[in-house]
């Protein structure tokens, strides 16, 4: 379950301005559902996600996890936190340039503390269809392959959340099908909460809950 609690978040402006980027956001996300959350740039979706996750701290409210408050935990909770509980995928796949597809997902699968890493790991790949490209290096992997190889570096700890920020926007209509089907499959069987943030509408119609947000506010779907 996650809770947000009339969350706010400002950032100071290099202009000395103060913006408000989200603005007293309450939402309540049951155990495995699905939840598509829109809205035009800049409305504060990155940084609603960045809060659920921990990446970032509310400037008033609380975030609470699966019964735990994450808010004004240490980065070291934090981090064990994320690992325990959190799977991400990002719009721009964010791994890691000099290490194989194979080992950007050990290297997680290790974080998250489990036994027998590289067995897992290779597990993982293969649930995305990708264990004959598990040498590769990033930049000889399609778009496609990446942002699966950044599935299975999601899932590779079994998470009971998995959070999405426009995973399949960099993606051709293709690709983009196939790793949003491969992220729905990998949801069911992790029985997960799935967070996704998208342009796509034929995407968010698929999600069982649908959040709007504007300005810093929900203006559509929220507590
Ligand atoms: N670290 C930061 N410092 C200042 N402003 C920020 C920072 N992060 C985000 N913002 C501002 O917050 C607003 C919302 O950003 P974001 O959550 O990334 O929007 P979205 O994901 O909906 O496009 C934007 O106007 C952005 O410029
Ligand atoms: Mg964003």
Redesign the pocket.
């Known amino acids: 379950m996650i809770s947000i609690r009339s969350v706010s978040k400002t950032?100071t402006?290099p202009t000395g301005e103060l913006?408000r980027?989200l603005d007293d956001v309450c939402l309540e996300l049951e155990a495995g559902t699905s939840v598509a959350i829109q809205?035009p740039?800049?409305?504060?979706?990155?940084?609603l996600l960045g809060l659920m996750a921990g990446l970032d701290q509310p400037s008033s409210g609380e975030v609470v996890v699966n019964g735990q408050s994450i808010t004004g935990l240490s980065e070291l909770a934090l981090s064990r936190f994320r690992a325990r509980n959190l799977g991400f995928v990002f719009q721009a796949y964010h791994l890691l340039p000099h290490f194989s597809a194979l080992q950007n997902v050990v290297i997680a699968a290790e974080i998250a503390g489990l036994a027998g890493a590289e067995a897992k790991a290779m597990e993982a790949l293969a649930r995305v269809d990708l264990q004959d490209r598990a040498e590769h290096l990033p930049a000889q992997l399609s778009g496609g392959e990446c942002q699966r190889v950044a599935l299975a570096r999601a899932i590779v700890a079994r998470p009971p959340i998995l959070l999405c920020d426009e995973p399949t926007g960099s993606l051709d209509p293709l690709n983009a099908d196939r790793v949003f089907e491969l992220l729905l499959e990998l949801q069911r069987d992790l029985g997960a909460t799935l967070v996704l943030?998208t342009h796509d509408a034929h995407l968010a119609e698929r999600m069982g809950l649908h959040i709007a947000?504007e300005r810093g506010r929900i203006v559509a779907g929220g507590a």
């Open positions: 950032f402006a913006l980027v809205g740039s800049g409305s504060g979706k990155s940084t943030v947000l």
